[in-house]
């Protein structure tokens, strides 16, 4: 079986000049080809942790180095992993100073009883981990200049949560398929401009922001954390592949019922099912997004 990974950068309004553009595209064909050499040596765990890592750290997403700030000035990150063979996963949340969100989430997976840990703890595990790196690495004056600007728009009553779509850059996430038929999947974010301080988001929640299973599917979504988590988007996309036999029908119809009940500009998701079919869909304007196999990568935005 081929091994195949598919990405997205975010589901938003992404208005992008042309340099921006080409930078995440690039990046996403370059997450992608890491993703696929990942697979290649080793699981889709190793995919997806190598692909969203390569995202976290590129400082073009909502994730890692280029995540946003909370109402206190501060970058939280939140990470999910979950491997389609074992069943397991593992997750952090709330957690500053982290090198890579999605490493950590799979330390705690592999390493610990535990599938979610938060706060001061992910950072104890993140210093046994030899993940810790130093604030300043998440801060910069593009960032510092948007954070003032959200700050006034706040004040003047012009802020609303759905905003954080209108930005460029969003929570990232992988799905793959590995040689032996083995799926995961992986989500890892910054959260909102100007949540409150430990906000937790559906990026570390299975079935939520990511779920795998091998033999059915793999998923990794994006869009308004609170929509996605009273959705199970993840996990009802898993049941609608189930039901429909067909994942691009099946994500299809989980965007159309999250516009339904919460409306438009909230979500999107990518999957992949157990033979390596991928699809997407989102309700945005857009998603950055894109998929590979060996000798064939696709990206879009």
């Known amino acids: 079986m081929k091994p195949t990974v598919a990405v997205h950068g975010g589901a938003g309004r992404w208005s992008l000049d042309e340099e921006r553009k080409r930078a995440v595209l690039k990046t996403l064909r370059e997450a992608?080809?890491?993703?696929?050499?990942?697979?290649?040596?080793?699981?889709?765990?190793?995919?997806?942790?190598?692909?969203?890592?390569?995202?976290?750290?590129?400082?073009?997403?909502?994730?890692?180095?280029?995540?946003?700030?909370?109402?206190?000035g501060r970058?939280?990150?939140?990470?999910?992993?979950?491997?389609?063979?074992?069943?397991?996963?593992?997750?952090?949340?709330?957690?500053?100073?982290?090198?890579?969100?999605?490493?950590?989430?799979?330390?705690v997976m592999e390493q610990t009883d535990h599938v979610i840990i938060a706060c001061e703890g992910?950072?104890?595990?993140?210093?046994?981990?030899g993940l810790l790196e130093p604030h300043h690495k998440f801060y910069n004056e593009e960032?510092?200049?948007r954070f003032q600007e959200v700050l006034e728009e706040a004040r003047r009553g012009r802020w609303h949560y759905k905003k954080v779509l209108e930005l460029a850059g969003d929570t990232v996430g992988a799905v793959a398929l590995d040689?032996?038929?083995?799926?995961a999947a992986a989500t890892s974010t910054g959260g909102v401009w100007l949540k409150w301080p430990?906000?937790?988001?559906?990026?570390?929640?299975?079935?939520?922001?990511?779920?795998?299973?091998?033999?059915?599917?793999?998923?990794?979504?994006?869009?308004v954390g609170e929509v996605i988590l009273l959705m199970l988007l993840s996990y009802r996309a898993r049941n609608e592949l189930v039901k429909t036999g067909d994942?691009?029908?099946?994500?299809?119809?989980?965007?159309?019922?999250?516009t339904e009940a919460f409306g438009p500009?909230?979500?999107?998701?990518i999957a992949l099912d157990a033979k390596g079919n991928p699809a997407y869909a989102y309700n945005t304007k857009a998603m950055a997004r894109g998929w590979g196999k060996q000798g064939e990568i696709y990206v879009d935005l």
């Open 32 to 72: 992608v080809e890491e993703g696929l050499t990942a697979a290649e040596r080793g699981s889709a765990v190793d995919a997806v942790t190598a692909a969203v890592e390569y995202m976290e750290r590129s400082g073009l997403f909502n994730a890692g180095y280029g995540s946003v700030y909370a109402i206190d």
């Open 75 to 107: 970058v939280y990150l939140d990470a999910g992993v979950m491997d389609g063979k074992t069943g397991r996963a593992g997750a952090v949340a709330a957690v500053e100073g982290v090198r890579s969100a999605v490493r950590l989430a799979r330390f």
């Open 122 to 129: 992910a950072r104890l595990l993140a210093a046994k981990a």
């Open 143 to 145: 960032k510092n200049k």
């Open 179 to 183: 040689r032996d038929g083995n799926l």
């Open 198 to 223: 430990g906000r937790v988001g559906d990026s570390p929640i299975p079935g939520a922001g990511y779920y795998a299973e091998n033999g059915v599917g793999a998923f990794s979504a994006t869009g």
């Open 247 to 258: 994942v691009a029908q099946a994500v299809k119809n989980v965007v159309q019922q999250a």
């Open 265 to 269: 500009d909230t979500v999107g998701i």
